[in-house]
């Protein structure tokens, strides 16, 4: 597993010590983490920050021309909203930990040009397995079914 991955776990783990849904996501410009963050709908009680929002918030604007350049990793499959903040700013690839446990938006990032890469890292897997089995209500609510 590359360093991007491991730092978006990383943040998906500090999600879940906060008593949020462990999803965490970094973005990356030419090798170097600019921007990462975590799901923190919980935390904050935000309707909108999903791990890949967080990490763009956290990256702070840029020039368009840097999000052309960029790659975001998640470790679950981005929604259709994180899906379409991904679209519109131009990023250009999108690495995923796995999307068994929720199946996101991959079909519209494909459909506008980007590059999709679905990893089913084991340990992504095993992170939302866990926290569905013990936080069902919490995750049922987070994804409003």
């Given amino acids: 597993m590359d360093e991007f991955m491991q730092a978006a776990i990383a943040e998906a783990k500090q999600g879940l010590a906060e008593g949020g ?36 918030e956290n990256a702070g604007r840029q020039p368009a021309k840097v999000y052309r350049e960029c790659t975001i990793y998640t470790t679950l499959s981005p929604c259709c909203m994180c899906a379409g903040a991904i679209e519109l700013y131009g990023i250009k690839k999108v ?19 980007i590059e999709v890469e679905v990893r089913q890292d084991a340990s992504c897997i095993d992170l939302m397995q866990n926290f569905i089995q013990q936080h069902p209500q919490l995750w049922h ?5």
């Fill in 21 to 56: 849904v462990p999803i965490g996501s970094v973005l990356v410009h030419q090798g170097k983490i600019i921007g990462r963050g975590h799901n923190r709908r919980v935390q904050s009680g935000s309707p909108i920050l999903h791990g890949e929002m967080d990490a763009l």
């Fill in 95 to 113: 690495v995923i930990g796995e999307n068994q446990t929720f199946m996101g938006a991959e079909q519209r990032l494909r459909e506008a040009g």
């Fill in 141 to 145: 609510e987070d994804i409003g079914v």
